[in-house]
């Protein structure tokens, strides 16, 4: 599915003057970047100009992941496929119109991995997705490292991350005990595989996702290796974020890969939380929450201090919490339970609720701050008048509640989001952003930019190549509607309802 379109918005006219980038804009001015998406349903592509306008747009759909047990699996020469398209789609819409192609940005789904020929590049493996977790009982025997782990790599040691999937790989497939064997992140297989380079690279925000990485050094740990009985595999070379990783050819040319990130990290500078303590909530098949500490590390416990985005002089970091079921979630509560028949009748069914229903979704497992790999859903509060709108408004509900648990955690941190901006599909739901905004005491702005991962990427591309900074970045994003949080009893009632919810169901999976 491609789709063209004429709306701007954002813009960075009023910013990209001769006298703001000296010898640059007249040059650059009929120059764009493109911004590539690999996420786990769709690969999305957006062409910005140089004056940041968002000149194409096109969507590849993936098939649904292979899911089976703990197991998730999607194959990566599909995905590759997906990528290539997107980009010579994004080619052919700009070389008609005589525009070149400055750069290219890879936003990528973060904790996926697999294993390949690290000289032909030929995958070896499946992708096994971050919503896989056949490493639990790794991570169950290394219980008593955690600490270390939490300390080293930032990150809570969970099933999530790649380090148990590629011990997996390392134990269970013949090739990943060769010595030509790349164990690595998607992202690191389609740099590989889309700049035909012979080194394989990672980018900062994605290494750290592997939970192999130091979080304080910013380069491969030992000590983690050994921990997770990895030492001696074969791994990308770590680089910043915003870092030239060589040419992708192309039937227009050759175009510069110049950035490659998460694609959380890109989502929150698509939405221009680029000023310390800016905040960002995206929903999609999991949700986020991450507030910018700028150039400092804070670690929080229970919670993810990550890699924002990186160059050769500096590196910004953000405190991050996940929850893993959002998307996935209200996918379960339309087709498993048949609460809905499409998503255009969530809002109305939303504000049609009338009973204190509260649904506990532990699909997936809980994500941050408990991080609980397996747990049951519970529903509460069913009366004789209840109907499928207040069930529908509890799965709803349930979302904005997994953000106000992470909130609390980094409140309990020293870390409180001066604004907040939502993205994501579900942004467009009023009632979701309403309750979001009232849960969490605050104002929340509704990013008017679609497709924000990839928006992002190109943006880090742009800021790569010295087309605007991050101060443009931030200005031309900031619009959107502005939903502000109000006093609402009820919603808070039933929020300490969820909260026991989930107590009782985790006491209940034990019996």
Not at 145 to 168: C, D, H, N, Q, V
Not at 308 to 326: F, I, M
Request: charged residues 20%; glycine residues 10%.
């Amino acid at each position: 599915m491609v789709r063209h379109v004429r709306a701007i918005p954002f813009s960075l006219k009023h910013n990209a003057s001769p006298g703001n980038h000296p010898g640059k804009a007249n040059c650059m001015s009929q120059g764009c970047f493109i911004g590539l998406d690999q996420g786990s349903s769709a690969t999305k592509a957006v062409v910005l100009s140089t004056e940041g306008q968002l000149l194409f747009q096109t969507r590849k759909d993936l098939p649904t992941p292979l899911r089976e047990g703990l197991r998730t699996e999607q194959d990566p020469k599909g995905i590759l496929i997906s990528v290539r398209e997107s980009l010579d789609e994004c080619l052919r819409a700009v070389t008609r119109q005589g525009i070149s192609v400055l750069g290219v940005g890879l936003s990528c789904q973060r904790s996926s991995c697999l294993i390949w020929n690290g000289s032909t590049g030929e995958p070896l493996s499946p992708v096994i997705s971050w919503r896989d977790t056949r490493g639990i009982g790794l991570v169950r025997q290394l219980a008593d490292r955690e600490p270390f782990i939490f300390k080293t790599s930032g990150l809570p040691l969970t099933p999530y991350y790649s380090a148990s999937k590629i011990r997996w790989m390392h134990d269970n497939l013949a090739a990943g005990k060769q010595a030509d064997t790349v164990h690595g992140t998607l992202s690191s297989f389609l740099i590989q595989q889309l700049t035909g380079n012979k080194q394989s690279s990672i980018d900062h925000t994605n290494a750290a996702r592997t939970q192999l990485m130091n979080i304080h050094t910013l380069s491969w740990d030992r000590d983690l290796l050994e921990a997770f009985g990895l030492a001696g595999i074969r791994l990308p070379d770590i680089q910043p974020t915003a870092h030239g990783y060589g040419n992708i050819s192309t039937a227009a040319g050759a175009v510069p890969l110049r950035a490659s990130l998460g694609d959380q990290q890109s989502a929150m500078l698509g939405l221009g939380v680029l000023a310390k303590d800016d905040g960002g909530i995206n929903y999609g098949t999991g949700g986020f929450l991450m507030v910018n500490t700028g150039t400092e590390l804070v670690p929080a416990q229970g919670l993810m201090a990550s890699v924002y985005y990186s160059n050769d002089r500096e590196q910004y970091y953000l405190l991050e919490g996940s929850a893993n079921a959002v998307g996935d979630a209200l996918e379960w509560a339309r087709k498993g339970l048949g609460l809905f028949a499409d998503y255009g009748q969530l809002d109305d069914l939303c504000w049609k609720a009338t009973t204190d229903v509260v649904a506990f979704v532990g699909l997936n497992g809980t994500g941050a701050p408990h991080w609980e790999a397996e747990m049951s859903s519970s529903m509460h509060g069913l009366k004789p008048e209840s109907t499928y709108a207040d069930m529908v408004r509890a799965v709803v509900e349930g979302i904005a509640f997994f953000m106000k648990d992470i909130a609390e955690a980094m409140k309990a941190a020293g870390v409180e989001p001066a604004s907040l901006t939502l993205s994501g599909g579900l942004s467009s739901n009023t009632y979701l952003a309403q309750i979001q905004a009232d849960i969490l005491g605050k104002d929340i702005r509704i990013s008017s930019v679609q497709d924000a991962s990839a928006v992002g990427a190109a943006l880090l591309a742009g800021m790569q190549s010295g087309a605007w900074s991050s101060g443009d970045v931030r200005i031309m994003a900031a619009h959107g509607e502005i939903m502000h949080g109000e006093a609402n009893p009820g919603l808070e009632r039933r929020y300490r309802r969820w909260k026991e919810l989930h107590r009782m169901t985790k006491e209940l999976d034990r019996i």
